[in-house]
Protein backbone atom coordinates (compact mmCIF):
# COMPACT_ATOMS: atom_id res chain seq x y z
CA UNK A 1 0.00 0.00 0.00
CA UNK A 2 1.30 3.25 -0.65
CA UNK A 3 2.30 5.42 2.02
CA UNK A 4 2.31 9.48 1.64
CA UNK A 5 4.76 11.43 3.34
CA UNK A 6 4.78 15.34 3.66
CA UNK A 7 7.53 17.65 4.59
CA UNK A 8 8.41 21.65 4.31
CA UNK A 9 6.03 23.15 6.71
CA UNK A 10 6.94 26.26 9.04
CA UNK A 11 6.81 29.33 10.67
CA UNK A 12 6.65 31.97 8.07
CA UNK A 13 5.91 35.57 8.21
CA UNK A 14 3.23 36.95 5.72
CA UNK A 15 4.33 37.52 2.70
CA UNK A 16 7.08 34.81 2.66
CA UNK A 17 7.17 31.11 0.84
CA UNK A 18 7.54 28.06 1.30
CA UNK A 19 7.89 24.91 -1.25
CA UNK A 20 5.93 21.76 0.63
CA UNK A 21 7.20 17.94 -0.38
CA UNK A 22 4.92 14.76 -1.05
CA UNK A 23 6.78 11.47 -0.83
CA UNK A 24 4.81 8.54 -2.09
CA UNK A 25 6.64 5.08 -1.07
CA UNK A 26 5.47 3.72 -4.71
CA UNK A 27 4.37 4.53 -7.72
CA UNK A 28 2.44 7.73 -8.80
CA UNK A 29 2.36 7.25 -12.20
CA UNK A 30 -1.21 5.88 -12.70
CA UNK A 31 -2.55 8.58 -10.97
CA UNK A 32 -4.97 10.63 -12.78
CA UNK A 33 -4.50 13.73 -10.63
CA UNK A 34 -2.60 14.52 -7.48
CA UNK A 35 -3.79 16.76 -4.92
CA UNK A 36 -2.28 19.13 -2.02
CA UNK A 37 -5.20 19.66 0.68
CA UNK A 38 -5.41 21.81 3.65
CA UNK A 39 -6.88 21.35 7.42
CA UNK A 40 -7.16 24.69 9.42
CA UNK A 41 -8.16 24.13 12.97
CA UNK A 42 -12.03 23.98 13.32
CA UNK A 43 -12.32 23.23 9.64
CA UNK A 44 -13.07 20.66 7.21
CA UNK A 45 -10.40 19.96 4.69
CA UNK A 46 -10.06 21.56 0.94
CA UNK A 47 -8.61 20.85 -1.90
CA UNK A 48 -6.27 23.22 -2.24
CA UNK A 49 -4.35 22.34 -5.83
CA UNK A 50 -4.44 19.67 -8.11
CA UNK A 51 -1.88 18.36 -10.80
CA UNK A 52 -2.61 15.71 -13.42
CA UNK A 53 -0.23 12.80 -14.90
CA UNK A 54 0.51 14.91 -17.82
CA UNK A 55 1.00 18.24 -15.45
CA UNK A 56 -2.55 19.80 -16.26
CA UNK A 57 -2.96 22.27 -12.85
CA UNK A 58 -5.79 23.56 -11.01
CA UNK A 59 -5.98 25.68 -7.84
CA UNK A 60 -8.51 26.55 -5.72
CA UNK A 61 -9.20 30.72 -6.10
CA UNK A 62 -7.83 31.38 -2.53
CA UNK A 63 -4.74 30.43 -4.02
CA UNK A 64 -4.66 30.93 -7.66
CA UNK A 65 -1.20 32.87 -8.83
CA UNK A 66 -0.02 32.48 -5.55
CA UNK A 67 0.21 28.34 -5.49
CA UNK A 68 2.33 26.40 -7.72
CA UNK A 69 1.71 22.62 -7.95
CA UNK A 70 3.77 20.15 -9.66
CA UNK A 71 4.47 16.49 -9.83
CA UNK A 72 7.83 14.26 -10.65
CA UNK A 73 5.92 10.68 -12.00
CA UNK A 74 9.77 9.20 -12.07
CA UNK A 75 10.46 10.15 -8.37
CA UNK A 76 6.80 9.59 -6.77
CA UNK A 77 6.74 13.47 -5.98
CA UNK A 78 4.55 15.82 -5.97
CA UNK A 79 5.72 19.41 -4.61
CA UNK A 80 3.50 22.55 -3.83
CA UNK A 81 5.51 26.02 -4.24
CA UNK A 82 3.32 28.40 -1.64
CA UNK A 83 4.15 32.04 -2.36
CA UNK A 84 2.82 35.43 -0.66
CA UNK A 85 1.70 33.57 1.95
CA UNK A 86 -1.03 34.70 3.94
CA UNK A 87 -2.16 33.63 8.02
CA UNK A 88 -5.30 32.60 6.16
CA UNK A 89 -3.24 29.78 4.81
CA UNK A 90 -2.36 28.46 8.26
CA UNK A 91 -3.42 25.03 8.23
CA UNK A 92 -1.95 21.52 8.07
CA UNK A 93 -1.29 20.50 4.66
CA UNK A 94 -1.56 17.14 3.30
CA UNK A 95 -1.36 15.47 -0.15
CA UNK A 96 -3.49 12.23 -1.60
CA UNK A 97 -4.39 11.21 -4.92
CA UNK A 98 -7.81 13.17 -5.98
CA UNK A 99 -9.98 10.08 -5.39
CA UNK A 100 -8.40 9.64 -1.96
CA UNK A 101 -7.75 6.78 -2.53
CA UNK A 102 -4.27 6.33 -0.76
CA UNK A 103 -4.30 6.70 3.55
CA UNK A 104 -4.12 10.39 4.67
CA UNK A 105 -0.26 11.08 5.51
CA UNK A 106 0.38 12.68 9.11
CA UNK A 107 0.54 16.33 7.07
CA UNK A 108 2.81 19.00 7.33
CA UNK A 109 1.76 22.12 9.44
CA UNK A 110 2.09 26.02 7.93
CA UNK A 111 2.14 28.71 10.14
CA UNK A 112 1.69 31.78 8.29
CA UNK A 113 2.25 34.84 11.70
CA UNK A 114 3.98 37.93 12.07
Known amino acids: QVQLVESGGGLVQPGGSLRLSCAASGSILSIAAMGWYRQAPGKQRELVAT???????SYADSVKGRFTISRDNAKNTVWLQMNSLKPEDTAVYYC????????WGRGTQVTVSS
Open 51 to 57: VTRSGRT
Open 96 to 103: NAEDHRFP
